[in-house]
């Protein structure tokens, strides 16, 4: 319903929304009703007003919405991102952007607002940043937070347009090869280690032949592990009781093991450095634990 079909004379609807006036205009054609600030789900709902029955939400507010965590200033002016069918004619306006496409996902609505696909709402935000951290942290956060799939990702930005995937296609590169995207950013950091991990993701055995632990990596000559695990990045409690299992083996085999949550890999860099190389240190001056890689002599 409008205002003017309940006959409201367009001059009055103006005037009412001059400054000092008791209701806002947000979008071309689109009022709020009175003139404090609009909240978030008013600027969505208006921009799904604004361009229309089909258009769905996708890009940073689609992601937010799925629960992840973007590294965007609170300061930023606060866009909409929506995509509509690419016959329909409607043009970009004030915080609304508007995306024609041939490729309308079908829409996940998530308290009332229909959001692109998060493999599709990820990489529309992708295109669209500018700096390898924010591109690399939002992909991150839709594996690890949202389950999507790394291939997923690849396969969204080879469907779409190749405009802004240059760095977004680098990083999943990079990651390929990698069990967890979280290991990705280790494996940088650890390069900068005096020692470095002489092995990733290899089974090792105690001196009966039993499975002692696959760490993520592996100091060979001092008998250290390094585990990127937490719950932030693992999506069923039965995963977290795993870890724990792990670690009690680790502790009755005399394995030492650091222990890292994912978001200081970006966080405090510097400072897991400093732990993995006091860990290393004290690690020398102990017996090697009896644990093999492969099956033991």
Same mark, same amino acid.
């Given at each position: ?10 001059? %009055?609807?103006?005037? $009412?929304? /001059? &400054?000092?006036?008791?209701? +806002?205009?947000?979008? =071309?054609?689109?009022? @709020? ?64 952007? %508007?995306?024609?496409? $041939?490729? /309308? &996902?079908?829409?996940?609505? +998530?308290?009332?607002? =229909?959001?692109?696909? @998060? ?68 494996? $940088? ?14 089974? @090792? ?93």
């Amino acid at each position: 319903m409008t205002l003017e079909s309940l006959d409201m004379n367009s001059k %009055v609807i103006y005037r $009412k929304c /001059l &400054p000092g006036g008791p209701w +806002r205009r947000l979008l =071309p054609g689109i009022i @709020l009703l009175h003139n404090n600030d609009p909240t978030p789900d008013q600027l969505v709902h208006a921009a799904l007003l604004y361009a229309g029955t089909a258009a769905i939400v996708t890009g940073e507010e689609a992601c937010l919405r799925y629960g992840l965590r973007l590294d965007v200033p609170a300061t930023s002016e606060r866009r909409i991102h929506v995509l509509i069918p690419h016959h329909l004619k409607r043009t970009s306006s004030d915080f609304v952007t %508007v995306e024609r496409t $041939k490729r /309308l &996902p079908r829409p996940w609505l +998530r308290a009332g607002v =229909p959001l692109a696909p @998060l493999a599709r709402a990820t990489t529309d935000f992708v295109r669209r940043a500018r700096t390898v951290h924010v591109i690399g942290q939002a992909m991150i956060e839709a594996v690890q937070r949202g389950g999507c799939t790394p291939q997923a990702l690849a396969e969204e930005l080879d469907r779409g347009t190749k405009r802004g995937t240059a760095l977004p296609r680098r990083l999943l590169a990079e990651w390929a090869n990698v069990r967890s995207v979280a290991e990705a950013e280790a494996q $940088k950091l650890a390069k900068i280690l005096p020692h470095p991990p002489t092995h990733q993701n290899e089974v @090792l055995y105690d001196n009966t032949g039993s499975y002692a632990g696959r760490p993520d990596f592996w100091w060979d000559d001092v008998g250290l592990a390094w585990e990127i695990d937490s719950l932030d990045f693992h999506f069923r409690s039965t995963d977290y009781a795993r870890t724990l299992r792990r670690n009690t083996r680790y502790a009755s085999l005399g394995v030492a093991v650091v222990q890292t949550l994912p978001s200081r890999l970006r966080t405090e860099p510097k400072t897991v450095l400093d732990e993995l190389r006091t860990a290393y240190a004290a690690a020398l001056t102990r017996p090697r634990p009896a644990v093999f890689l492969g099956e033991p002599p």
